[in-house]
């Protein structure tokens, strides 16, 4: 009994270390990108010399362009733009959306992410693992707020006839994005067309059709 609840004490332990980044040992991390030091996120810049710009982006009121064969265009602020979120786990994004744009499926390999539609009319889903591979989908409207468990396959589509916005957070500084079709059609090098011709259970010349669209 005692060693079954120890075991679901540590598998409970893993699960929220494991959905976001790990917590800080002091009061902020600004990142250093000049700092040459491999660690896990940046290396951080002298406490003494941090000033309040550290923490602060400007310009998500600013409206994406999204003049692109998806018709959407994320804005993200996370590390890379805001220093001041190495080490503390969390991040955001502002996605705009054309008339019936996507944000194409894709996954955060390191964060969940919670979404909240600012303007217009958004139908969102997300598939979940194997062997059921079930799809959650709904269609949101301004102020509605849907969540992307960490790691699954989402998108997004606006399924009204002007431009959409929304607001997404996400648990890390660092999510990452892996777009499903790029990684797969896209990558470098090629993945061999005879493997994915077997994978999508097509002919080599219609895999490869599909791959030069990429
Ligand atoms: C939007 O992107 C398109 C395609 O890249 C480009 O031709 C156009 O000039 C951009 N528009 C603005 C306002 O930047």
Not at 33 to 36: A, D, H, L
Not at 65 to 71: A, D, E, I, L, T
Not at 83 to 89: A, D, E, K, Q, Y
């Given at each position: 009994m005692a060693t079954r609840i120890l075991f679901h004490g540590i598998a409970a332990l893993v699960i929220t270390v494991a959905v976001a980044d790990q917590s800080p040992l002091q009061d902020f991390c600004v990142a250093d990108?000049?700092?040459?030091v491999f660690v896990n996120g940046f290396a951080c810049k002298d406490p003494k010399m941090v000033r309040a710009n550290d923490f602060y982006f400007g310009g998500l009121h600013l409206t994406g362009?999204?003049?692109?064969?998806?018709?959407s265009k994320v804005t993200p602020v996370t590390v890379a733009q805001l220093?001041?979120?190495?080490?503390?786990?969390i991040s955001l994004a502002r996605i705009d959306y054309a008339p019936w744009g996507i944000n194409p499926p894709h996954t955060h390999p390191r964060a969940l992410e919670i979404l909240t539609v600012i303007k217009g009319t958004l139908e969102v889903g997300f598939v979940t693992s194997n062997p059921d591979n079930r799809l959650i989908t709904k269609v949101l409207s301004k102020g509605d707020v849907f969540v992307f468990p960490v790691g699954l396959i989402h998108y997004q589509r606006n399924v009204g006839y002007s431009n959409a916005v929304a607001i997404a957070a996400l648990g890390s500084q660092n999510p990452g994005v892996i777009t499903i079709t790029n990684a797969i059609l896209r990558s470098n090098p090629n993945i061999a067309i005879d493997i994915l011709a077997k994978a999508f259970q097509v002919d080599k010349s219609i895999a490869g059709q599909v791959q030069s669209k990429f």
């Open positions: 990108p000049s700092n040459g362009n999204v003049s692109n064969p998806v018709g220093p001041g979120l190495n080490t503390l786990g």
